[in-house]
């Protein structure tokens, strides 16, 4: 089972982690999480960012799938100004 624990927000919304909880999961200084709240429940999902084994990978199979789609990189650089120019 979980291990289970309570804590509270503070006014500034922050929520500290317990120490157990932190162990358990071996959250370090910095760790990054996806909040997601819906009705009376927030859920806090670790998140990491690929290894650079995995980033490959990743990077490869967007060009593949580009590919499949007819997408070219001059197809890629129009849509990067243009979302830059709605940022203005």
Do not use: W
Request: no cysteine; hydrophobic share 40%.
């Amino acid at each position: 089972m979980a291990n289970v624990s309570t804590t509270k927000m503070s006014s500034k919304g922050q929520v500290v982690i317990p120490e157990n909880i932190r162990k358990q999961l071996n959250l370090k200084v910095g760790a990054q999480f996806v909040v997601v709240g819906e009705k009376d429940v927030v859920i806090l999902k670790n998140i990491s960012p690929p290894s650079l084994d995995e980033f490959g990978d990743l990077i490869a199979e967007a060009r593949k799938k580009g590919k499949q789609a007819g997408i070219k990189k001059r197809d890629i650089s129009d849509a990067i100004l243009k979302a830059r120019e709605r940022k203005k």
